[in-house]
């Protein structure tokens, strides 16, 4: 019994010592572990924290991007001016060009920060929903974004038609019509008449009244004021008034110069005899 004693206690310490060492193991296996676990939850703390801050600062460009008062120019505010120019509409392109931009910057920082936060595992609600809801935000400001250019294209085009309408209205006003000929020439178009005068002598020629424009030229006198009499002499037949112009020489005949081009602009026909 004494010669087995030693082999059994020999045998409980090397148990011993090996299950010491498997316990020994196993604790250092679980320290590292616990040190990895606290390691990874700092850094998803962090990266939580850095995509935070990244969402508020979208948001705050988000809150930035605001329509004010491009979308309230309107035809009917155009219409109560007197003149019509297109730099309020040139303003309110460039402002949804600007919108158009901000929106398109915030859309790539949404996509760049959802990328980012997949390839790194951090997947909490909390970050998902934010995310989703910075997606839906800078869909709506699409949404009135599109709808603002709609309407600024609406009006560019309203505006083009209000400014072909007041030039052609400018043209219309500022244009007189004329007609050179010889006395002879005149009567026979029947521009002119002969009255008055006694047995056929001291006859005055007049305007007949009767006005074919198809004879006539036509000048805006906005942007030209002369007209060149091809003869001598000419004598202007119709009523404009007498101070609106003046007849000289010139080079190859004569000239009426227009000193008043609204006076003189006031009887629309023109009618010289050369």
Do not use: C
């Not at 085009?157 to 006395?183: P, Q």
């Not at 202007?236 to 020489?249: H, I, K, M």
């Amino acid at each position: 019994m004494r010669k087995i004693l030693p082999f059994v206690l020999g045998g409980a310490v090397a148990l011993f010592a090996i299950t010491t060492l498997l316990f020994f193991g196993k604790y250092q296996k679980s320290s590292a572990d616990f040190v990895a676990m606290q390691s990874q939850e700092q850094e998803t703390r962090v990266r939580y924290g850095q995509a935070i801050n990244e969402i508020a600062t979208i948001q705050d460009s988000l809150n930035a991007i605001i329509l004010g008062d491009g979308s309230q120019l309107t035809s009917s505010h155009l219409q109560s001016e007197m003149s019509v120019n297109m730099s309020e509409t040139d303003q309110a392109l460039a402002r949804v060009a600007v919108l158009k931009a901000g929106i398109q910057r915030t859309k790539a920082r949404i996509q760049e920060l959802d990328a980012r936060l997949k390839k790194s595992g951090v997947r909490i609600a909390g970050l998902e929903k934010m995310v989703t809801n910075l997606k839906l935000a800078v869909e709506e400001k699409e949404k009135q974004v599109a709808g603002l250019t709609v309407q600024v294209d609406s009006l560019q085009t309203e505006v083009t038609g209000l400014v072909a309408t007041v030039e052609d209205n400018r043209k219309e006003m500022g244009t007189i019509y004329y007609l050179i000929g010889t006395k002879k020439d005149l009567a026979t178009q029947g521009v002119v008449v002969a009255k008055g005068g006694v047995l056929g002598v001291g006859k005055t020629v007049k305007p007949s009244g009767n006005i074919n424009e198809n004879m006539f030229s036509s000048l805006d006198t906005d942007q030209e004021t002369i007209i060149h009499i091809p003869a001598s002499k000419a004598q202007v037949l119709t009523a404009q008034p007498v101070a609106s112009y003046e007849l000289q020489p010139a080079a190859g005949g004569m000239e009426l110069r227009i000193l008043d081009p609204r006076e003189f602009r006031k009887v629309k026909h023109l009618v010289i005899m050369t």
